[in-house]
């Protein structure tokens, strides 16, 4: 497994890598999550490319980037178990030179949900994946769900830029008490770590009703929410959404494809979740 740090000698190395090439874009801390990424990665191409960036542009508060996880070593242990070619790690100043001032804004999926309670933040997305893609030229690149509106985003920029990436979304992995695995769960408090799975039985509640044939948007999102209010450790509630697929507009109906998706505040952690109605 070869360590990159600069641009120039990723892209030499991607360029002269057997193809077809897989890139996992990760911000490093790697958990199940990314090694099921991974080992798709792994199954679908010939050459698997892992990138760890904790990428400065996507953090609105920087007490949040500061204290962000990060586990360099122990990451790069897990790749080399999960038979990864190359792993792209470079410096904030080789992704944002002196000077640096292009931005990828992805329009409207980005002002929804997640944008409104971390404005910049899709921009600061969507800007660093255009770089990793136009570095490694990627033949096909995996996100996990959990992060559903990212996903949605990345697939609408690679579409809408032409980037002749395929994008692949594969399952959120969780822990066996449903909790969504992310990096920022280590950061939970004992207590809080025991009530957390909350958001996932509130999304199952939902859910359920949809299952049941409930249909009204307002009777879905009242659902998640009355299970998300009986959990005291829940401090806050960002948004709870039942919006389209494609568009994530809120729904009135859910008549095709829809996301059920909500955010909430535990301490200093924001949780976020959702599950696909398809
Ligand atoms: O999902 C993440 O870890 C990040 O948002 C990504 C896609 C690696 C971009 O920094």
């Known amino acids: 497994m070869r360590v990159i740090n600069t641009n120039k000698e990723m892209s030499r190395a991607c360029r002269e890598a057997v193809k077809p ?25 010939l050459t698997a490319v892992v990138s760890i960036f904790v990428n400065p542009t996507q953090f609105g508060d920087p007490k949040d980037l500061e204290k962000y996880p990060r586990d360099m070593e122990g990451d790069l242990d897990l790749l080399r178990h999960h038979g990864v070619d190359l792993v792209y790690a470079p410096a904030p ?24 309670h971390r404005p910049g933040h899709f921009r600061g997305v969507a800007t660093v994946v255009s770089k990793l ?3 490694m030229l990627p ?53 809080q770590r025991q009530a957390a799975p909350v958001v996932h039985r509130a999304l199952c ?58 955010a909430v505040q535990m301490g200093a952690v924001r949780l976020i979740d959702n599950i696909v109605l398809e």
């Open 21 to 45: 090439v897989g890139l996992v874009p990760t911000m490093g801390a790697l958990h199940s999550g990314h090694l099921s990424l991974i080992d798709q990665a792994r199954a679908d191409n």
């Open 93 to 116: 100043e080789e992704v944002y030179p002196e000077g640096f001032d292009t931005w990828v804004d992805v329009g409207s999926l980005a002002d929804k949900l997640e944008g409104i």
């Open 133 to 135: 893609f136009n570095v």
């Open 139 to 191: 033949n096909r690149a995996y996100f996990g769900q959990k992060d559903g509106q990212q996903t949605a985003l990345i697939q609408k920029l690679a579409r809408d830029l032409d980037m002749g990436v395929e994008v692949v979304v594969m399952p959120t992995i969780r822990e066996s008490d449903g909790l969504a695995m992310s990096s920022r769960n280590v950061q939970l408090s004992p207590e």
């Open 205 to 262: 509640q939902s859910h359920l009703l949809w299952i049941q044939g409930e249909r009204d948007g307002d009777t879905l999102r009242d659902a998640a929410r009355t299970v998300l209010q009986s959990e005291s450790k829940v401090e806050s509630i960002d948004y709870v959404s039942v919006a389209g697929m494609l568009t994530l507009d809120e729904l009135e109906r859910v008549d095709g494809r829809a996301m059920v998706s909500t």
